[in-house]
Antibody, heavy 122, light 105 residues
Framework: QVQLVQSGAEVKKPGASVKVSCKAS????????ISWVRQAPGQGLEWMGWISAYNGNTNYAQKLQGRVTMTTDTSTSTAYMELRSLRSDDTAVYYCARVQTTVTTGPLFDYWGQGTLVTVSS | EIVLTQSPGTLSLSPGERATLSCRAS???????LAWYQQKPGQAPRLLIYGASSRATGIPDRFSGSGSGTDFTLTISRLEPEDFAVYYC??????FGPGTKVDIK
């Protein structure tokens, strides 16, 4: 069965960086993309960006351009999201999601990781 | 950038009642690219509807989606206890709406 298992909770100081991992299993990793979505406490969902596991192409949300980098390691079927220059308002649960794209439906987030809480605090 | 708005912010209903949730886009969205997700407290979101009206695998038929252009609707025909949650619309695998919370009246 398809599973996305994320790394554990992190506590970081303002200005630091965090790198969250998302290990995929149960499907051909390079046949799908991975998107990252975050959710601040009590708030809605914010799309952060997407990476193709096939060729590494990325598309980042404009708001995070320059601070976020998404990568994949196809040898271990793992996706990574690194966020730099952390601020208190980056405190959130970070989710990875498998992205299925078809000609007729566009990108669908059909499987999700369990979420990783990143807390930014001095 | 397309902005999605959802209404109402909160919908208070009883089990067995019908829920109608609205998602409006700031500019026309292809119906193919409009999806709905359900999120329960402490859980990751779950894909409900894609292509504006197609149910994802395993989603019961009391959930239905409709709409085109800038106005889309998610309808839950008869609310079950497990349907009380927050619902988000999303366009083209990127922008999410702010969500509608369906809670128990």
């Amino acid at each position: 069965q398809v599973q996305l298992v994320q790394s554990g909770a992190e506590v970081k100081k303002p200005g630091a960086s965090v790198k969250v991992s998302c290990k995929a299993s149960g499907y051909t990793f390079t046949s799908y993309g991975i998107s990252w979505v975050r959710q601040a406490p009590g708030q809605g969902l914010e799309w952060m960006g997407w990476i193709s596991a096939y060729n590494g192409n990325t598309n980042y949300a404009q708001k995070l351009q320059g601070r976020v980098t998404m990568t994949t390691d196809t040898s271990t079927s793992t996706a990574y999201m690194e966020l730099r220059s952390l601020r208190s308002d980056d405190t959130a649960v970070y989710y990875c999601a498998r992205v299925q794209t078809t000609v007729t439906t566009g990108p669908l987030f059909d499987y999700w990781g369990q979420g990783t809480l990143v807390t930014v605090s001095s | 950038e397309i902005v999605l708005t959802q209404s109402p912010g909160t919908l208070s209903l009883s089990p067995g009642e019908r829920a109608t949730l609205s998602c409006r886009a700031s500019q026309s969205v292809s119906s193919s690219y409009l999806a709905w997700y359900q999120q329960k407290p402490g859980q990751a979101p779950r894909l409900l509807i894609y292509g504006a009206s197609s149910r994802a695998t395993g989603i019961p038929d009391r959930f239905s989606g409709s709409g085109s252009g800038t106005d889309f609707t998610l309808t839950i025909s008869r609310l079950e206890p497990e349907d009380f949650a927050v619902y988000y619309c999303q366009q083209y695998g990127s922008t999410f709406g702010p969500g509608t919370k369906v809670d128990i009246k």
